[in-house]
């Protein structure tokens, strides 16, 4: 039984390492919306001694000793006081098992990745990029060796952030998924082709936009005390404290804005709705992830593409944007939900977005197995969209460069936004169970039973279980991929 | 002679020292900018452990060694390994003196004085104000006797901001002031009673009073690449970096807006313009107290309310105010440095400001040596007010509620204003030795000789030299009144 003063030292130092990490996320909103030109070079530093500090206190004798009387103990006072102790475990054996300088060289190869990306796409330079690409892999195999030398390198990487997952449960996983998504395809493709949604496309100023984007995240009922929108070109949601959630949209095209920003949304509410205790022991937040992608997932999908949904956005967006007042709710549902296979991931519909990830996915571990390298990438990467989705990239710009998160270090991340549509239905079916009438509330404006459903079950804890422990207590059942399929089938085979 | 290794590791802890006072002013741009309601409390939090991990560093065995093995030592390779010896031993010394209890306690009083302040200035309630100030004067003084028992508390508070002044020099410095002042005062008293100001008051929506600010700054010569502009309803300037200035306005009022911004611009220009070598000591920022409030005052007096530089700005305020077209830049002037007695400080105009500051000065110095308490302050306050200015407070809100400074923990500070103005008297009149055609350039346009001597003779050492060494460096002398004195008699007398 761990006793009480181990478990005072331990939330001693979660709750700082937090404090830490919310600093760095403090610099990283304060990078994209205040810091002028010339300052981002010291913020850099200043995050860098940040990571030091923590650094510092994970591999200090005290932590080491700590960790050292806990490893194996399995009698804790409090699910709480379980979770801290695996939270910790977890921080220091990474602390330990990186070094320093290989965290500093991946850091600084993230930043000038991030650079290098931009010119390259800019220039559509594949070639210009692969050295960036090589690099990065590189880093990341040396990483995923200096964690765990015994292990293929793909499933430490993936690991970093999908912590319970062995490869071959996510290969069978993202199989039976591809399997069921390309049939549906099959059978849709022509029908939903005929579909006109060129009508998504429309001008409105940015005021407007900004407007129309916090109308749909009052529907969804985020607290206006505990976040603050803004915007960025990729959206994300900066997480800087128990209470405080930032969703980001990109104002450029409306219908994409208000997507993104309630998939954003998502994540601001899991972030901020932690209970008290669960918040005081530094583990709010929610699980990185499967997890934390299926609460975004499920309010883009499972609410922010419904007919409930727009019920109540669509009289707004009608007087704000008057072409939609020519349009039928049922015409724009149609469009907004229209299966439209692409090349273009952050463009892709619902149905298909899944094919993305999994080409990624795939990719990935086929290039950490030894099967691929920077010179066949690329012909790997057209070969499988022509195979799922139907169309080769004509230049790099749609097809390998389009994403960024390789060059800036993220790696063995893909998958989870596949595991968390499944995990969003899983959890979508379980509420229907538990409350019926959640969307016909929803329809008439109040999305709280979905809200305090998600709040009960999955959000209250924050980080205090694993992915999967959380997945079972809040639907009684392993992951269980027949929901994800049902629902899909429903959607669109109906 | 301290050695190589020595300042290797002098410069290691206050440039980290620097990154985490950085971090702190990213939470306080936050928490005024960014951070939701809900928020705040955990980013006090935050705050409070980045002091906590600054006690840490300066208190450590390591940085206690050092200081030791370099207390007394005179011989340095160069005066930025003095600045940094000196920087490091304040510090050290501040945080080894006073209890890291006592700084939560005042921390605490502080965030709790703001709050209380605001009701009481609210509900013009100074009874329920006085055991707010009660306990903040007695922190404050335990504070002193912390630091030195064996000197007089006040001098210690003074020395806290203004670190090379005897308060018996400071009583001389504002005594010759206070006297000149109130002689010019009485000798144009009623002469500009006749100037109409009421013309400076004007609506002006608040995209037009942001875009003017900003073409004040642009004229100023501020880069945009290194600040960004804010708004707070107590203007500051938060300094973030060594190339990273925040000054902040308030847009309530369209004149006060522009004097503030070029007040807060001239702490900023100060902040980001530190040599290379100094901005890598962690040296970089300017020398806090009466030096820092000499750039302010400096730009906002010498500058801001000068024809020359109003002969840039008036025609854009013209076209972007349309009352301002039928006023001719003359009575513009005339208003804008009317002299006009009053009660509140920041109301006050140029001549008239530094007795407000006296006034202040003198009832902090009588009420720690013992000469008032908190239920005698006010009769003080009253008197010295219908003494120095000719008025007496009808109310609290105008009279002792009126300033913040003193709930929030900022006591010993006032001082540094009037030292402040007689700084700046003494740079103008060395600039013009050095550059004669400064003003004229400033008239068609161009701040650059302006901007380019303060830089060369103050901004660029930073806080390398006590603000007595950069006087005397800059100007060739000590610090010698005459100049405020000569240039308040030239322009009121003339």
Redesign the interface.
Known sequence: MATKEQMEKVKDIVV?LR?LE??DN??Y??RW???????F???G??GA??TE?SNEKLTSKETKELVESLEGETAFDSDTDKGMVRYLIGKYKEAVQIPASLQGELNQANADGQLAWGKCYEADDFESFKPVLKKQFDLQEKIATAINPDEKPYQVLVNRFDKDYRLEEIDAILAKIKDAVCKILNAVREEQSKIDDSILECEADHDTVLRIVKKAQEILGL??????L?EIHHPVCVC?????S?PSTNCDELIHAILAVVHETGHGLYN?NANDEVAESGLWGGIEGAMHESQSRFYENHVGRTREFWENLYPYLQQEVPKYKEISLDTFLAALNKVKPGLIRLKADELTNTLHIIIRYEIEKEYFDGKLTVDTIEEAWNRKYQEYLGFTPKNHQEGILQDVHWASGCVGYFQGYALGDAYAAQFAHKLLTDCPDAFEKLEKGDSSAIGNWLKEHIHQYGQTYSAREMLKKATGEELNTDYYIEYLKEKYLH
Request: charged share 40%; aromatic share 16%.
């Open positions: 700082k404090y919310c600093m403090i610099i909103y304060d919306n205040n810091c002028p030109k010339d300052g070079d010291y913020e530093k200043v001694y940040l500090l607290d206006k005390d505990k976040s603050t803004f800087t404290g128990p209470r405080d930032r901020y």
